[in-house]
């Protein structure tokens, strides 16, 4: 994804919301003028603050209408494809504003006034398009916010992608990088140089000859590093839901996504995080002073710990606990690696470790040890539901395949946590986290907080 689409979706939002207001406005003054009420005269006007609350109302309604025609997803924007969608929103908007103007006959009944907010809607939308696609054009032509990206592929193919890219900046792409085939990309000490320093943003696939197992490592290498994967489309066979697709220079490209978790995806779902953490950690407060009473009379050493976990692309973090523990029990578990019942897999696991207090057994079979990760959250380390946080020495024998697992933040519960908790097969859960990776949306978000409070009720034992 590049930062410039990212940038330009995320302010497209609030821009939309401001102009739909002022398009509403003008035709409520233009309506009114002396020139429109000669020519027709006024038989009801609708007194101005009661409009305006009205217009604010339709202004929030036609943000959430524009959002769902996809009007703000993750892609590459040109005015030919924006001004159908700017029609087809601002249409559906009138349409259910007739709706709602048949079912409540005295909000107001001009008829100019919807026909005039339509039309200077789909004027005022798209030529802020216009000049906001002039302006990132404007940018890309010299030099900045263009996304890194390195050709893979025999020279006279990535040639053909090259030469695209330098005719035409507004694609908003820049190669910094030229590959021959996967095997030279995993030996590239420039390639590795420019990712551990985040200048590439994807890698682009153009040799038509590639065999599956390359194809199987190129989209590992991509996964593991967290950048993108495109390729010409007739090269791989695939069913992830997570494509875009463009041309360029004649080409058909597809491009691989990690998770559908982008742009004002992303934004919402840290909002919601940050709304119900706040919120939990309020209502609960009387509930950590009491935990953390207990925990302090009953044994020695901190009420809280900070254990070291990896994060959203490789980064590093503290997961904050209630102790369950005994003091400096971390520096026990090279002596306890021999009693580990995890053989499938990088995690740790003793069904009765010895190290685990009394009070604490009972902290971790009503998963109240794991309240303070709700700090986690409000940090934006973690989220409320994702993959299960690991530690840096599992993350680093993790299988092949399984870093896709980092491509977001990992959550305080989440899919294998409400299918089987510990239970599971390191496989099996890293399988369930890698689907809610690929296929994210705030539905499948509730679903899972709602199963774990089922689950919390039951008292499983968590890990």
Known sequence: MKKADFIMNIALMPIDFVVLFLAS???????FSDSITQLRPVLYEMPSHDYLILTLQMAIFGIFIFALSGFYTMTSKKLTTELPKIFTGVSMIVIFLVLAIFLQRELFS??????????????????????????????FKKGYGLAKV???????????????????????????????????LMKSS???????????????QTDSSMSKDETLDLLTFCQENHIALKYVASLFQTQNINLNLSSVGGWPIVEIKASPLD???????????????????????????????????TS????????DRVGSKDQKFKLYKFRSMIKEAHKLKKEMMVYNERSDGPLFKIKDDPRVTKFGRWLRRTSLDELPQLFNVV???????????????????????????????PGMTGMAQVSGRSSLPFSEEAKLDIFYVENWSILL?????IKTTKVFLKNDEAC
Do not use: T
């Open 25 to 31: 406005i003008s035709a409520y003054y233009l309506r």
């Open 110 to 139: 001009s008829r100019f006034i919807i026909i005039f907010g339509w039309a200077l809607a789909i004027v005022y939308l798209s030529i802020i398009r216009l000049i906001i696609f002039s302006i990132r054009d404007y940018f």
């Open 150 to 184: 390195i050709a893979l592929g025999e020279a006279n193919n990535r040639q053909i992608i090259i030469d695209a890219y330098k005719k035409n900046p507004r694609l908003g792409y820049q190669v910094v990088g030229e590959i021959d085939d996967v095997k030279e």
């Open 190 to 204: 420039v390639a590795r140089d420019l990712i551990k320093e985040k200048q590439i943003d994807s890698i682009i």
């Open 263 to 297: 742009g004002w995806r992303r934004v919402i779902k840290r909002i919601f995080d940050l709304i119900v953490a706040l919120f939990l950690l309020i209502i609960l407060s009387p509930l950590f002073l009491i935990l953390a009473i207990v925990i302090k009379s």
């Open 300 to 307: 020695l050493g901190p009420i809280f710990v900070s254990l």
């Open 379 to 409: 940090k934006g380390e973690m989220s409320l539901v994702g993959p299960r946080p690991h530690e840096p020495e599992e993350v680093s024998r993790y299988q092949r395949g399984y870093k896709k697992l980092l491509a977001i933040k």
């Open 445 to 449: 978000d509730l679903i899972i907080l």
